[in-house]
């Protein structure tokens, strides 16, 4: 089975240029999550899609994020503009079975970005 | 706000040594609670969980945890480490019982377990 895909896994960008995401979850699986972790902290959800349908985006930065899932399938993050505190890495998740406590969140490499 | 605390940033250990890795939550309610490891320029993988039943849950690569609800800890230990746990470790978990379908993890801040040989 295949895992998580991300691309890419590095960029570095300038301030306030555009930059964007992807990912593409394991086949199947029906929720889609996206997560930051900056250097020296845990992963913090920004945005947790079930197939095309946003379930909670309440700590996305909806002025400079957004994400997509249009088929239900890969999904997109973009930022514009990039600040520097954006530098972190992007993981993205996904999940099969939603509504029971036994699910497990399967995790991609990540994408490093760095903001200079 | 509910929160998820490992105190320990950065753990030492002699190679075939024991470890543990603590860790604390904050709720007044049931959780379910898990352990990730990120080893370097990787993603999370799910180590173990706890979600009901026995208080102590076993993992994989030999690791374990137990659950104390009085405590409000989920400790991972593991008796004997390998250079190979060399690895960030995650403690996470899961306050949102009610809301089935958001399936929201609190991480903590991570441990670094650096293994010595």
């Known amino acids: 089975e295949a895992g998580v895909a991300q691309s890419p896994r590095y960029k570095i960008i300038e301030k306030r240029q555009s930059v964007a995401f992807w990912c593409n979850p394991i086949s199947g699986h029906a929720t889609l999550y996206w997560y930051q972790q900056i250097l020296g902290q845990g992963p913090k959800l920004l945005i947790q899609?079930?197939?095309?349908?946003?379930?909670?985006d309440s700590q996305l930065p909806k002025d400079r994020f957004s994400a997509e899932r249009l088929k239900g399938v890969d999904s997109t993050l973009k930022i514009q503009p990039a600040k520097l505190e954006d530098s972190a890495v992007y993981l993205c998740?996904?999940?099969?079975?939603?509504?029971?406590?036994?699910?497990?969140?399967?995790f991609g490499p990540g994408t490093r970005l760095t903001v200079t | 706000a509910q929160s998820v605390t490992q105190l320990d940033s950065q753990v030492p250990v002699f190679e075939e040594a024991p470890v543990e890795l603590r860790c604390n939550y904050s709720s007044s309610v049931s959780v379910y609670l898990f352990w990730y490891v990120q080893y370097p320029n990787q993603g999370l993988q799910l180590l173990l969980k706890y979600l009901s039943g026995s208080t102590l849950v076993k993992g994989i690569n030999g690791f374990e945890a137990e659950f104390n609800k009085s405590q409000t800890s989920f400790h991972l230990r593991k008796p004997s480490v390998h250079i190979s746990d060399t690895a960030e470790y995650f403690c996470a978990v899961r306050y949102d019982m009610s809301n089935f379908g958001n399936e929201k993890l609190t991480f903590g801040t991570g441990t670094r377990l650096t293994i010595i040989p």
């Open positions: 899609f079930q197939n095309n349908g946003v379930v909670d």
């Open positions: 998740a996904s999940s099969s079975v939603t509504g029971s406590p036994s699910y497990e969140q399967y």
